[in-house]
């Protein structure tokens, strides 16, 4: 019954803007925290950034603070992720997941159950 649907990836010239959104359906119980990974062939999936359901505390990887922002709209059952002076690296499929523990501020991908299909970010010139 649960469903995660991310929307918003596309083509980002270096120095642009995306925002990506998380829409959630379906859930069953509650959950704590939505958090976003991403992935590029051949490499390991990086937590990005993650928000808690229950307080709205968020968490950032190393290499996306101070540009990317994460929020959320719990009426809605939505996450977005606002990311600012994208660079080429933040190239990646992107996914959004739901974690029903604690453990998931650790923003590492085992603390989540759920994943979305993704949405893919290509940041070129």
């Known amino acids: 019954q649960v469903q995660l649907v991310e929307s918003g990836g596309g083509l980002v010239q270096p120095g642009g803007s995306l925002r990506l959104s998380c829409a959630a359906s379906g859930f069953t119980v509650d959950y704590y925290a939505i958090g976003w990974f991403r992935e590029v062939p051949g490499k390991e999936r990086e937590g990005v950034s993650c928000?808690?359901?229950?307080?709205?505390?968020?968490y950032y990887g190393d290499s996306v603070k101070g540009r990317f922002t994460i929020s959320r709209d719990s009426a809605k059952n939505t996450v977005y992720l606002q990311m600012d002076n994208l660079k080429p690296e933040d190239t990646a499929v992107y996914y959004c997941?739901?974690?029903?523990?604690?453990?998931?501020?650790?923003?590492?991908?085992?603390?989540?159950?759920?994943w979305g299909q993704g949405t893919q970010v290509t940041v070129s010139s």
């Open positions: 997941a739901i974690g029903y523990s604690a453990a998931a501020r650790l923003l590492i991908h085992v603390a989540y159950d759920y």
């Open positions: 928000i808690s359901m229950v307080d709205g505390s968020t």
